[in-house]
C-alpha cells in the first residue's frame, strides 16, 4: 500500500487541547499513540486500568522499554500487585501528568480502552457510598448468579450494561444498592465537573470490523502466550496477584490462574483467553459509543499505522482550526 507523504510538526499547533485516542483492544491504539506522539511533540498517557500495575506485560500489551524510550509515557507501572488502584487514583495521577505535560508545551495523548477511567478524567467521580466490610465479605460469599439476579430486579440498566464475567464489579453494584437503597445507575449518573472537559480535547475512536478485530485479538492472545504469559502469571502469584481482587480481574491472567488450578488445558485456556477478549471488545466499542463525544476513525486491515496516523492529524488539525 502507497504511504503518504508524512507531516511533521516542530512544535505542537494545539499544544493546550488534550489528544484522546481511544478504542476496544488490539485496535491497534498504542502503535498509533507512538507515531502520534513522534509528529505532534507529544507524550501518551496510559488509560488502561491494568497497565498502571508491575509486573502486569505481557496480558496487557504494556509499552516496551524500547517503546517508553521514543516517548515518554505515564500511569504505566505505577503500583505494585499488591497495592490497590481505582478511578480516583487515576484521575488525580492524569490530571497532574497533563498539566505537567502541558507545561512542557508538549501535547499529552491519553491512549487506552478503559471507559471509566475516561470518564473519571472528563467528568469527575460520583459520590458512592465508601466499602462496607461485613457486606463486602457477605456479598463476596454469595454466588455471582444470585447477584445478578438481584441486580437484574432492583437496578435493570446497571444489569443490562456491566460486565458479567466480572463478579467485583457486580459486588459493588449490588453493594451500592444495598448501602443507600437507590439503583446504582442513577448514582452512578451524578458526576461532579472536572477541570478538563471534552469540549478542551480533540476526542477520536478506532474501530475496525468485527471480523478483523477479532483476527487481531486471535493474534495477540497467541502471541502472549508465546512470549511466556504463564510463566509471568506464575511469578506474579509468587509476588501477591492472588491477594488483589482487581488485578486478579485482568483478562488472561484471571484464565491461565485458573488453568494453574488444573481447571482446563492450556488449549482450552487460550481458546477462553480468545473469547472473553472479543466479548470484552464488544462491550468496550458499546461503551465508547453510548458515553464519549468520539470522532470515530474506520481503519482498513491492510492500512499501515503511519497512514493511520497521518489521516488522524489532518482530523485533527482540521478539529482545532474549526474551533478558532
Not at 497532574?96 to 491512549?111: F, H, T
Not at 439503583?183 to 480535547?201: G, L, T, Y
Amino acid at each position: 500500500m502507497a504511504t503518504t507523504p508524512q507531516t511533521h510538526f516542530p512544535s505542537s499547533p494545539f499544544p493546550l487541547r488534550p489528544v484522546v485516542l481511544a478504542g476496544p483492544t488490539a485496535v491497534g491504539k498504542s502503535e498509533i499513540a507512538l507515531l502520534l506522539a513522534e509528529k505532534l511533540n507529544g507524550e501518551i498517557v496510559s488509560v488502561d486500568s491494568m497497565q498502571v500495575y508491575r509486573g502486569l506485560d505481557l496480558g496487557t500489551a504494556k509499552p516496551s522499554a524500547a517503546e517508553r524510550a521514543r516517548v515518554r509515557h505515564h500511569l504505566v507501572d505505577v503500583v505494585e500487585v499488591t497495592e490497590p488502584f481505582d478511578a480516583a487514583q487515576f484521575t488525580r495521577f492524569a490530571c497532574q501528568a497533563v498539566s505537567e505535560i502541558q507545561g512542557r508545551d508538549r501535547v499529552p495523548i491519553l491512549c487506552g480502552g478503559t471507559g471509566l477511567y475516561f470518564k473519571a478524567f472528563f467528568e469527575g467521580l460520583g459520590e458512592a457510598p465508601p466499602g462496607d466490610a461485613a457486606l463486602r465479605a457477605e456479598l463476596e460469599a454469595t454466588p455471582v448468579a444470585e447477584l445478578l439476579r438481584e441486580l437484574a430486579e432492583r437496578d435493570p440498566a446497571t444489569y443490562e450494561r456491566i460486565d458479567r464475567q466480572n463478579p467485583r464489579r457486580v459486588i459493588r453494584a449490588v453493594e451500592v444498592i444495598r448501602l443507600t437503597g437507590k439503583p446504582f445507575s442513577a448514582q452512578r449518573a451524578r458526576w461532579r465537573p472536572s477541570a478538563i472537559s471534552h469540549h478542551q480535547s480533540l476526542c477520536f475512536g478506532l474501530a475496525r470490523s468485527s471480523a478483523d478485530l477479532h483476527r487481531r485479538i486471535d493474534a495477540r492472545v497467541e502471541q502472549m502466550f508465546r512470549a511466556g504469559l504463564v510463566a509471568e502469571t506464575e511469578a506474579l502469584l509468587a509476588r501477591g496477584l492472588a491477594q488483589n481482587k482487581t488485578a486478579m480481574q485482568a483478562l488472561g491472567y484471571r484464565q491461565v490462574v485458573e488453568y494453574l488450578r488444573g481447571e482446563r488445558s492450556l488449549a482450552e485456556t487460550i481458546d477462553l483467553v480468545k473469547i472473553r477478549t472479543r466479548q470484552f471488545a464488544k462491550r468496550q466499542m458499546t461503551w465508547f459509543r453510548r458515553q464519549l463525544p468520539l470522532a470515530w476513525i474506520k481503519v482498513e486491515p491492510a492500512e499501515a499505522a503511519v497512514d493511520i496516523a497521518e489521516r488522524l492529524t489532518r482530523e485533527m488539525m482540521a478539529a482545532a482550526a474549526a474551533r478558532e
